[in-house]
């Protein structure tokens, strides 16, 4: 019963952090896409500083070319974190040690997986969590359309439609830095929900 307790409560900050692990069928991409633009949300209102305020001049400054790059380094450095974190708990887990795993799960939910991140990308917090979320916002979209492209359907059309132009209201620089490192970000995207749900689901 206390090993039950203690990965409900861990799973749980698990699903908070990285959003619900995903459903059979065509809802599993659709979970998936909308936990993993759900994850930058909340950390853009965690400061760099001893306050906790948000500097909002770092958050208002557009997107730059160059922030993608540094979203590839952040998120590079993130699943690395992430991936020995996850590792850690299914060692524990096989040789049946729960704080162990516990202790590892608890691991992936920490914000120093974020300050790693900012650190590698060169961006304070607050910044980083802009450019996370802006970044994920384009690709989450053209992950979208990808997958309506692939699948078809008699709404593809419409759907398509309604997302509209990944890269509508980006500059010209901004649009090219980011069709460049477009595999980069997808696969860096797709492999840190998916460590975070395979986790989730144990």
């Avoid at 459903?23 to 760099?48: K, S």
């Avoid at 699943?79 to 704080?99: N, W």
């Avoid at 980069?184 to 144990?202: F, M, Q």
Wanted: with cysteine; proline share 2%.
């Amino acid at each position: 019963m206390h090993r039950h307790w203690m990965l409900a409560a861990v799973l749980s900050g698990l699903a908070a952090c990285g959003g619900t692990a995903p459903q059979a069928g065509d809802a599993e991409a659709g979970n998936d896409v909308r936990a993993v633009d759900a994850l930058p949300a909340a950390r853009t209102a965690v400061a760099d500083n001893s306050t906790g305020a948000v500097d909002e001049n770092q958050v208002a400054r557009p997107l730059e070319a160059g922030d993608v790059d540094a979203y590839v380094r952040g998120m590079t450095r993130e699943t690395e974190l992430l991936q020995a974190s996850y590792d850690k708990a299914a060692q524990a887990r096989e040789k049946g040690d729960v704080q162990a795993e516990t202790a590892a799960l608890m691991e992936m939910t920490s914000p120093d997986v974020d300050a790693a991140g900012a650190r590698a990308a060169g961006l304070d917090l607050a910044r980083y969590g802009f450019v996370k979320n802006a970044v994920d916002t384009v690709q989450g979209k053209l992950d979208l359309l990808q997958g309506l492209e692939t699948g078809g359907g008699g709404d593809t059309e419409a759907l398509m439609d309604l997302l509209g132009d990944p890269y509508d209201g980006l500059s010209g620089d901004v649009r090219d830095a980011m069709q460049s490192r477009r595999a980069d970000v997808a696969k860096l995207r797709s492999d840190a929900l998916g460590l975070r749900l395979k986790a989730v689901n144990g």
